[in-house]
C-alpha cells in the first residue's frame, strides 16, 4: 500500500474500510489467477508502478505464467492502447525477472547445472551465476538448498553483500530471510522460491 493510503487509513479507517470490502468482496466469484490478471491490468491502465510490481509479483506468486501475463496485458489492448503496454514492458524489463528472459520464457522446465559440489563448504552460502538465472545456495551436510536471488516481495535481485551469517536481508524493504529454510522470517510472509536439486557426477543441478 502507498504512503498516501496507509496515512488514509490510520486516520479514517472506519470509513476506508468500506473501500476494502468492496474491493475484495469484487472478485470474489473469479479464480486467483483471472482476479491477479485483472489487477495487473488496472494497475497498468492507472500506470502506477509500485501497484503494478505488487501485483505482477502476486501473480507469479499465484502461478500465472509470463505469457499469460502478456497475453492479458495484449488482449488489453483496446483500453490501454500501445504507450501504457510499453511501459508496463520497459518496467517488465528493468524487474530483470528471469521468467520473462528470453531464454526461459518458453522453456520446460529442466535439470540445470548449478556449480560444483566440491566449491561450497559445509554450512557455507555462496550466490551463483548460472546462464538463466542468480541463486543462493546453502550446503548443509550433504543436503542443499538452491533458492532464486530474487525477493518473493517485489522482485528485486539480492545482492551477495544482504547476506549476514545465515540471515539475508532484501535492500529494497527489509525482509528478512532465514538462508537455512527460505522462510521470512521479519517484516513480509512469504519465503524465497526455492528449486528442486540433486547431486550427479560432483556437480549440483537444480530443477527449474
Ligand atoms: S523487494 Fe521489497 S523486501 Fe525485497
Redesign the pocket.
Known amino acids: 500500500m502507498s504512503d498516501a493510503l496507509n496515512y488514509l487509513v490510520q486516520v479514517r479507517g472506519d470509513a476506508l474500510g468500506h473501500y476494502f470490502k468492496f474491493l475484495k468482496d469484487t472478485g470474489k466469484h473469479l479464480d486467483p489467477k483471472t482476479r491477479d490478471l485483472i489487477s495487473v491490468i488496472t494497475k497498468v491502465h492507472s500506470q502506477t508502478e509500485g501497484g503494478f510490481?505488487q501485483y505482477l509479483?502476486r501473480a507469479l506468486r499465484d502461478g500465472c505464467t509470463p505469457l499469460e501475463i502478456i497475453d492479458a496485458l495484449l488482449m488489453a489492448f483496446p483500453a490501454l492502447g500501445l504507450a501504457k503496454i510499453v511501459w508496463a514492458t520497459d518496467i517488465l524489463l528493468q524487474m530483470d525477472i528471469p521468467e520473462f528472459s528470453p531464454a526461459l520464457i518458453n522453456a520446460q522446465p529442466q535439470w540445470r547445472d548449478v556449480m560444483a559440489v566440491a566449491d561450497i563448504a559445509d554450512g557455507a552460502v555462496e550466490r551463483i551465476e548460472c546462464a538463466t538465472r542468480t541463486v543462493f545456495v546453502y550446503r548443509e551436510g550433504e543436503t542443499y538448498k538452491v533458492y532464486d536471488s530474487h525477493?518473493?516481495?517485489?522482485?528485486?535481485n539480492?545482492p551477495h553483500l544482504a547476506l549476514d551469517g545465515l540471515t539475508l536481508t532484501?535492500?529494497?524493504?527489509?525482509?528478512k530471510f532465514d538462508i537455512r529454510s527460505g522462510d521470512c522470517i521479519e517484516?513480509?510472509q512469504h519465503p524465497l522460491k526455492h528449486f528442486d536439486t540433486k547431486v550427479e557426477d560432483g556437480r549440483l543441478l537444480a530443477w527449474w
Open positions: 510490481k509479483t525477493c518473493p516481495h517485489q522482485v528485486t539480492i532484501c535492500p529494497k524493504h527489509q525482509w517484516k513480509g
